[in-house]
Antibody, heavy 119, light 111 residues
């Protein structure tokens, strides 16, 4: 059974960085893109970017370029999303989700990781 | 402001039919990119409802259907049930942004 399990909730100070992990199981980790999507309180879903777990190639939404890093460790089928220079606007639930390619639907989602940024 | 425009809310009585629109442009839906739909219940992960405009993943009831025409797409839900009350999002690819985009989301209320 395909599954994505994310790391636990985080509380960070403004200006700090946060790194969220997403462990895949039940499918070939390197065969599918991993997207990251977030939802701030009271707002909709916002796409942040993707990583190709096979090549390590990445593509980020313009709003996050320069602040986000996406990496992976294929030996443990885990993807990571690190966001730096946090502000209160980064308080959100962060999701990882797999897709067959960059334009395909995101069919498996992680349970979400709540990141709270305090000043 | 989202690149894909959805109505903020729709409502219907149990058993009725509702539709949710998703309006894009020539750089996303109009460029031929597929539209996908997700159902999102508070406190849970989004769930894929419709992929590639009109296809249902295994396990999604046939009460849910999708269509696409020109620069827009629609999600239809027939035989509304109370458990359908959720937020619904469309998603596509935008060539000018070189990435995925979501609609702003539509809150469905079952009266």
């Amino acid at each position: 059974q395909e599954q994505l399990v994310q790391s636990g909730a985080e509380v960070k100070k403004a200006g700090a960085s946060v790194k969220v992990s997403c462990k895949a199981s039940g499918y070939t980790f390197t065969g599918y893109y991993m997207h990251w999507v977030r939802q701030a309180p009271g707002q909709g879903l916002k796409w942040m970017g993707w990583i190709n777990p096979n090549s390590g190639g990445t593509n980020f939404a313009r709003n996050f370029q320069g602040r986000v890093t996406m990496t992976r460790d294929t030996s443990i089928s885990t993807a990571y999303m690190e966001l730096s220079r946090l502000t209160s606007d980064d308080t959100a639930i962060y999701y990882c989700a797999t897709a067959g390619d960059v334009v395909a639907a995101m069919d498996i989602w992680g349970q979400g990781t709540t990141v709270t940024v305090s000043s | 402001q989202s690149v894909l425009t959805q109505p903020p809310s729709v409502s219907g009585a149990p058993g009725q039919r509702v539709t949710i629109s998703c309006t894009g442009s020539s750089s996303n839906i109009g460029a031929g990119y597929d539209v996908h739909w997700y159902q999102h219940l508070p406190g849970t992960a989004p769930k894929l409802l419709i992929y590639a405009n009109s296809n249902r993943p295994s396990g999604v009831p046939d009460r849910f259907s999708g269509s696409k025409s020109g620069t827009s797409a629609s999600l239809a839900i027939t035989g509304l049930q109370t458990e359908d009350e959720a937020d619904y999002y469309c998603q596509s690819y935008d060539t000018s942004l070189s990435g995925s985009v979501f609609g702003g989301g539509t809150k469905l209320t079952v009266l």
